[in-house]
């Protein structure tokens, strides 16, 4: 099983300078993607933000798309499609089942969320904790309704969806589309890294 998402860094000047020279991906995550998910608390009535968050899963879930057109006008794809990075952004637990989810929305059922008293709340081991700035957390994936999905490829396992589950009891929608960006940019930022450095040897 993979490690728990322990904290979040936010960090919008490390995302923008990483996304510097990806025109595309930096629209779809500065513009887009960030702009849905920080609008998710704003909204004064639940319809509203739970539009905002599927908008935030479902323009995260095409980051993959908007960069393989930047690197492919960089002369780079290739580099980047044998890379290291490149599985990782593929494999990682968090993003693979992000896309899942986002494609979940768009072909079976739209996605659940959940609200109590006006205020969102999480456990912590037996304590109700209120959670600050959030109020939207996704309901629970089951294996069940993956499968009502009917995928050509099972690309979850039982254990995806036990850690994402996992995850999102404690995290808000909010913190996990952050914590999604986080993770492209710091595969993104060490491929690029590593591209320039050999073309510079």
Same mark, same amino acid.
């Given at each position: &099983?993979?490690?728990d998402?322990? @904290?979040?860094? !936010?960090?919008?000047?490390?995302? $923008? ?9 930096r629209? /779809? *995550?500065?513009?887009?993607a960030i702009?849905m *998910?920080?609008s998710?608390?704003l909204?004064d009535? !639940?319809? *509203?933000? @739970? ?6 899963i479902?323009f ?5 798309d &908007?960069?393989k ?5 960089? $002369?780079i794809? $290739?580099?980047?499609?044998i890379?290291?990075?490149?599985k990782?952004?593929?494999e990682?637990?968090?993003?693979k089942v992000?896309? !899942?989810?986002?494609?979940y929305? *768009? ?5 659940e969320y959940g609200?109590?008293?006006?205020m969102m ?7 109700i904790?209120?959670?600050?700035d959030?109020?939207?957390?996704? @309901?629970?994936?089951?294996w069940?309704?993956y499968?009502?999905m ?8 039982? @254990?995806h969806l036990e850690w994402?589950?996992?995850?999102? /009891?404690y995290?808000?929608v ?14 993104i $930022? ?12």
């Amino acid at each position: &099983m993979w490690d728990d998402i322990n @904290e979040i860094n !936010i960090q919008f000047d490390y995302w $923008n300078a990483t996304l510097s020279k990806l025109p595309r991906t930096r629209k /779809r *995550v500065l513009d887009q993607a960030i702009y849905m *998910v920080n609008s998710i608390n704003l909204a004064d009535d !639940i319809r *509203v933000a @739970e539009t905002y968050a599927t908008a935030a899963i479902h323009f995260i879930g095409t980051i993959k798309d &908007m960069l393989k057109q930047d690197l492919l006008d960089l $002369n780079i794809f $290739n580099e980047w499609n044998i890379s290291k990075e490149q599985k990782l952004v593929t494999e990682d637990p968090l993003l693979k089942v992000l896309r !899942i989810i986002r494609n979940y929305d *768009v072909h079976y059922r739209t996605l659940e969320y959940g609200l109590f008293d006006g205020m969102m709340y999480h456990i912590v081991g037996e304590n109700i904790a209120q959670t600050e700035d959030n109020s939207l957390f996704f @309901e629970e994936f089951t294996w069940e309704e993956y499968e009502k999905m009917r995928p050509k490829k099972k690309e979850l396992t039982p @254990e995806h969806l036990e850690w994402f589950n996992n995850q999102t /009891r404690y995290w808000s929608v909010k913190y996990i589309c952050y914590e999604a960006i986080n993770r492209y940019c710091k595969y993104i $930022n060490s491929c690029i890294t590593s591209i320039v450095a050999e073309k510079e040897k």
